[in-house]
């Protein structure tokens, strides 16, 4: 793995499987109610030239990962949810660079994004532990990426979590942070 691409991939790329067995779903599920605490514990003592510096050269600040979480797994929830809720519905992508370099994920202060991940992957997790095995195999039409399951969905998420927090993690190991 070349720098760039450690730098860039941390935990590796994302390579979910179509399905999963309920252990494997379990352990996936942990991830996303650890992640709060996880992503607090990463920031924690950051001050304001540390959150508003990249993770990586031409990468997003810890500022932008921070609430690209927020964004991006409040999409996934809402996405989750219309998937059990309807029949294989097809769901509208976003522009998540053009997110993060808008005014309010470059500059407001992140703790509303972590009490906002807080309070929604409570939610969230709820949802998935009440999941059926059929649930899991319900999903969503991605016009970029076509059909979706949501097994295959959690275990994406589960890697996401793990990948923007080792971003953070990463950036304070090697500035000593």
Same mark, same amino acid.
């Given at each position: 793995m070349? @720098? *760039?691409?450690e730098?860039?991939?941390?935990?590796?790329r994302?390579? /979910?499987?179509?399905t999963?067995?309920?252990?494997i &779903? +379990?352990?996936? #599920?942990? $991830?996303l &109610?650890?992640?709060?605490?996880r992503? &607090?514990?990463?920031?924690?003592? *950051?001050?304001e030239?540390?959150?508003?510096t990249p993770?990586r050269? @031409?990468?997003? $600040?810890?500022?932008? !990962?921070?609430h690209h =979480?927020?964004?991006s797994?409040?999409?996934?929830? #809402? &996405?989750f949810?219309?998937?059990?809720t309807e029949d %294989? /519905?097809t #769901?509208?992508?976003?522009?998540e +660079? +053009? %997110?993060?370099?808008?005014?309010?994920s470059? $500059?407001l202060? #992140?703790?509303?994004?972590?009490? =906002?991940?807080?309070a929604?992957?409570?939610?969230?997790?709820? !949802?998935?532990e009440?999941?059926?095995?059929e649930? =899991?195999?319900?999903g969503?039409?991605?016009?970029?990426?076509?059909?979706?399951? *949501?097994a295959k969905?959690?275990?994406t998420?589960?890697?996401?979590?793990r990948?923007?927090?080792?971003?953070i $993690?990463?950036?304070?190991?090697r500035?000593g942070?």
């Amino acid at each position: 793995m070349t @720098d *760039l691409e450690e730098l860039r991939f941390p935990v590796g790329r994302c390579n /979910p499987p179509a399905t999963s067995l309920p252990g494997i &779903r +379990a352990a996936h #599920i942990q $991830t996303l &109610r650890l992640l709060p605490g996880r992503l &607090r514990a990463a920031v924690a003592g *950051l001050n304001e030239s540390q959150l508003d510096t990249p993770y990586r050269q @031409d990468g997003w $600040t810890v500022r932008q !990962v921070v609430h690209h =979480f927020a964004d991006s797994h409040a999409n996934a929830y #809402i &996405r989750f949810k219309l998937a059990l809720t309807e029949d %294989w /519905p097809t #769901i509208k992508p976003y522009n998540e +660079a +053009a %997110w993060a370099n808008l005014p309010d994920s470059r $500059t407001l202060p #992140i703790d509303g994004s972590l009490d =906002f991940v807080e309070a929604m992957h409570g939610r969230w997790v709820a !949802v998935l532990e009440a999941m059926s095995d059929e649930d =899991f195999r319900r999903g969503y039409n991605h016009p970029e990426h076509g059909r979706q399951n *949501l097994a295959k969905v959690l275990a994406t998420y589960e890697w996401h979590s793990r990948h923007h927090t080792a971003h953070i $993690t990463s950036l304070c190991s090697r500035q000593g942070w």
